[in-house]
């Protein structure tokens, strides 16, 4: 059974960093993207970061490049998502989710939440002005 779980979420405030982590388990990650996602009060989920697990390759959305960092620990079958310099729009629930991608770009395949397969049950990120 695949589970992600994610922890690292809390207050900070802004300017403040936090790192989020996915704990994945259940299979093998080889051929999927790890995606982060955020979804705010009255908005609809956000793609934030993207990593393709066996190249390591990332994608991120604009409003986060410089501030945020996706990377993984294979030998702990952990993605983490570091974030800097929060802004009090960066609150939101951060989920992280898996797609398979092989054969696909990750840039092209990792944005859209309704092509990923599993999800983590979120993790609050809230970030004070």
């Known amino acids: 059974q695949v589970q992600l779980v994610e922890s690292g979420g809390g207050l900070v405030q802004a300017g403040g960093s936090l790192r989020l982590s996915c704990a994945a388990s259940?299979?093998?990650?080889?051929?999927?993207?790890i995606g982060w996602f955020r979804q705010a009060p009255g908005k609809g989920r956000e793609f934030v970061a993207a990593?393709?697990?066996?190249?390591?390759?990332?994608y991120s959305t604009d409003s986060v490049k410089g501030r945020f960092t996706i990377s993984r620990d294979n030998a702990k079958n952990t993605v983490y998502l570091q974030m800097n310099s929060l802004k009090p729009e960066d609150t939101a629930v951060y989920y992280c989710?898996?797609?398979?991608?092989?054969?696909?770009?990750?840039?092209?395949?990792?944005?859209?939440?309704?092509?990923?397969?599993?999800w983590g049950q979120g993790t609050q990120v809230t970030v004070s002005s």
């Open positions: 989710a898996a797609r398979w991608l092989y054969g696909y770009s990750l840039r092209d395949s990792s944005v859209n939440p309704d092509e990923y397969d599993y």
């Open positions: 259940g299979r093998t990650f080889s051929s999927y993207a």
């Open positions: 990593i393709s697990w066996s190249a390591g390759s990332t």
